[in-house]
T-cell receptor
Framework: AQSVTQLDSQVPVFEEAPVELRCNYSSSVSVYLFWYVQYPNQGLQLLLKYLSGSTLVKGINGFEAEFNKSQTSFHLRKPSVHISDTAEYFCAVSPAYSGAGSYQLTFGKGTKLSVIP | SQTIHQWPATLVQPVGSPLSLECTVEGTSNPNLYWYRQAAGRGLQLLFYSVGIGQISSEVPQNLSASRPQDRQFILSSKKLLLSDSGFYLC?????????????FGPGTRLTVL
């Protein structure tokens, strides 16, 4: 089984400042990792994903994340945030194999990013 | 490209009434389909997933049921709603073939049970 911990439930940051949203996971098998963003009253939109290869993954809207296997982390970063980045961000993990249970996507509880003008 | 639809967008129902939420996917065949519930402060909870017509797996015991009458249609139902069924319901799909399980989400249905 997998679990995901998003260490901060809320992160306020000033506009044009950098931001890091933290995500740690636990799993006994290799994993795929995802970040999703949810704007108010909308569904989840995929920001980026790590499947294999380079540990630095670039996504949409200027976000990037780095997979650190030794620290079991997948932190999300953006060098300069905009007002429009205000949303809730979810980290998720799934087993990296196609056997039984591979359909399971386990989510963290989310981090609400508030960008202050 | 693929598109996922959910309706209704918003629903207010009395306790004890029935429920039917619908999700359809366009632009892909044989998708895996999922129902999630998002309650305030509790993240996303997987309720059901389906790998094919008539094949439903339930993740948590509850007052809800799911059906997949067609390849790209997924329905969430209840015979009698409880107050605790209130929440934001999200449908998602992923490609069955391949080695990744990237899930793509619909716009959601906000359900309020009074």
């Amino acid at each position: 089984a997998q679990s995901v911990t998003q260490l901060d439930s809320q992160v306020p940051v000033f506009e044009e400042a950098p931001v890091e949203l933290r995500c740690n996971y636990s799993s006994s098998v290799s994993v795929y990792l995802f970040w999703y963003v949810q704007y108010p009253n909308q569904g989840l939109q995929l920001l980026l994903k790590y499947l294999s290869g380079s540990t630095l993954v670039k996504g949409i809207n200027g976000f990037e994340a780095e997979f650190n296997k030794s620290q079991t982390s997948f932190h999300l970063r953006k060098p300069s945030v905009h007002i429009s980045d205000t949303a809730e961000y979810f980290c998720a993990v799934s087993p990296a194999y196609s056997g039984a249970g591979s359909y399971q996507l386990t989510f963290g509880k989310g981090t609400k990013l508030s960008v202050i003008p | 490209s693929q598109t996922i639809h959910q309706w209704p967008a918003t629903l207010v129902q009395p306790v004890g009434s029935p429920l039917s939420l619908e999700c359809t996917v366009e632009g892909t065949s044989n998708p895996n389909l999922y129902w999630y519930r998002q309650a305030a402060g509790r993240g996303l909870q997987l309720l059901f997933y389906s790998v094919g017509i008539g094949q439903i797996s339930s993740e948590v015991p509850q007052n809800l049921s799911a059906s997949r009458p067609q390849d790209r249609q997924f329905i969430l139902s209840s015979k009698k709603l409880l107050l605790s069924d209130s929440g934001f319901y999200l449908c998602a799909w992923s490609a069955r073939a391949g080695t990744t399980d990237t899930q793509y989400f619909g716009p959601g249905t906000r359900l309020t049970v009074l």
